[in-house]
């Protein structure tokens, strides 16, 4: 089966029974005919594929679940739900969204907006600034701060926001991103920004690349990253940079 949408958007969903906003996404999908989403539910084990099955009945065409029968994490998720979808349909987008929609459908599909050119990957950035409305408790914000501005600096490239869940691709883009499994359950956004510079070369990947200011960004419910991780997470982020250390390393080499 082979159907034409213009965007396609991955959703994972683990234990988010009392996190989805079944009207949210209903108004939405009403309102963009062109969208389609794809839940992927990620052995949730409370009834969060009942409420998806539900919001399912309501939109039959514009609704796909992708169930795994084990939780994978976040990362594996996302890359399923974006195979899935690139195989099966014809969109020209496609991107990833947290369930709880801390970023708005709507505003998430005005990434595209930006896709234009030599643009091929958009994503939202939680800048707190006039005109802005970023919700965010204090202390998230502050580490979150820490954390965003070491990996700018790993990675050698102004951003300031590569872990906001709100991230939009040309097609051709995402089965080239996506293709491999990535290092981490939950810092895969990072991973992407070195596949891309892998692919293009970090001045060209610069280009191909824009951030886009989020409007809005709530903080809803808690967070399904375990308070351990905190120590977990400086150990990716160097498995990560060694291993694209390492590949760059090997590129100059054969190429020399």
Known sequence: ?????????????????????????????ENNPEAFICFVN???????????NALKEKHPTQIHILSLEKNAGKAEAVR??????????????IGYLDADLAT????????????????VFSFGSRIRKIGSKIERENSRFLIGRVVATFISNILEI???????????FTKEISEKLFEKEFISRWLFDVEIFYRMIHLFGKEKAIKKMVEVPLKLWVEKGDSKVKF????????????????????????????S
């Open 228 to 255: 351990t991780y905190g120590f977990k997470l400086w150990f990716d982020l160097f498995e990560i940079q060694t291993k694209y250390k390492n590949i760059a390393k090997n590129n100059a080499t054969q190429t």
């Open 158 to 168: 102004k951003v300031y926001d590569t872990q906001c869940g709100a991230k939009l």
């Open 1 to 29: 089966m082979s159907t034409v949408f213009n965007t396609s958007i991955v959703i994972p969903c683990y234990n988010e029974e009392k996190g989805i906003s079944s009207g949210e996404y209903s108004n939405f999908l």
């Open 80 to 93: 399923a739900g974006i195979n899935y979808c690139n195989k099966t349909y014809q969109h020209q987008f």
């Open 104 to 119: 708005t459908l709507e505003e998430f599909i005005g990434l595209r907006d930006y896709l234009l050119g030599e643009i």
């Open 42 to 52: 990620d052995g949730s084990t409370d009834k969060t594929l009942d409420v998806l």
